[in-house]
């Protein structure tokens, strides 16, 4: 047997770089928001100061990405939709969510095939948050 067959397959929190690639791509992803102008219905659901935001982005993402759940055991548990269930999510802003979201995978150099299984992902959490289906 050969050393790639005896490896075990890591986690996609590993994959992206642990705790150093989750916490860059939660930066990347805020940075492209809050620039482009093209998202600005869905900068504009945010407070001015997004350092609270990149946190929470980057604790959730490390998680649910397979690594550590400090993050999420803090808060005695975390649910991504009771959490954005009063925000107001149009499809315009998830799909200016999920825009911002594949510019920072890309932009970050997450595995091609990590890549597609998280825009997979995403793409479903990002429609079943929509609460507002007119946009």
Known sequence: MSDSETLTPTSPF?????EAGVRRLAEVFYDIMDANPD???????????????????????????GG???????????????RHAGMGITAITSRQWL???????????TPPALAVKLDQA???????MVQDRRG
């Open 122 to 128: 995403l793409t479903r959490l990002g429609e079943a």
């Open 99 to 109: 825009a911002a979201m594949r510019q920072a995978i890309a932009r970050t150099g």
């Open 14 to 18: 590993e994959q992206i770089g642990g």
């Open 39 to 65: 998202f600005h219905a869905l900068r504009a659901m945010h407070e001015p100061d997004l350092a609270p935001m990149r946190t929470a982005l980057a604790g959730f993402l490390t998680a649910w990405l």
């Open 68 to 82: 550590p759940r400090d993050w999420i055991e803090q808060r005695g548990g975390f649910c991504i939709m009771s």
